[in-house]
């Protein structure tokens, strides 16, 4: 999350740590679904400035919303502002950034697939101790005591 632009805004981050905040899924993903949330909402201002009680008859024409994105006259803030002044995020880039977490969703995949393909060193290895079919359980546990003292512990057959 550190480098999602959630924490520390985009223009924040510094020069040699920003190439981090591209090569990370998460970072696209929440933009997606930040733009996709604020895309349509509009904001309605709990704090008009100037306001108090030397303010009451003053027009909502000289009034500004105490929000980032604010505009003077309007008691209320469009979500796409918020979004671009505060994080740097533009509605334009929602279908990229759906499109780069599917293709690291596809990378993951062929990465994982192609290890479990190459990795057969752990395949044949077992830890489960396989008895002949016929053998009894209790012949086998005699022969195990016969070579060893130790007790002997068995599974539930």
Known sequence: MLFTCYII????IPG??????????VHYGFEALLMNKFD??????????????????????????????AQLGQNFVDGNLIMELSYDYYHSNLW??????????????????????????????TTV???KQGMCAAKA????TAITTLP???PFL
Do not use: H
């Open 9 to 12: 805004p985009k223009p924040n």
């Open 16 to 25: 040699a740590l920003r190439w981090i905040m591209y090569i990370n899924p």
């Open 40 to 69: 349509t909402l509009n904001s309605t201002c709990s704090m008009l400035i100037p306001s108090g009680p030397a303010y009451l008859n003053i027009s909502l024409a000289d009034q500004v919303c105490a929000t980032v994105g």
């Open 96 to 125: 990229r950034d759906f499109s780069v977490v599917c293709a690291f969703f596809v990378g993951f995949l062929i990465i994982l697939f192609t290890a479990t393909k190459f990795n057969t060193t752990s395949a044949f290895d």
């Open 129 to 131: 101790t396989l008895l």
């Open 141 to 144: 546990v005699d022969e195990a």
């Open 152 to 154: 002997l512990i068995t």
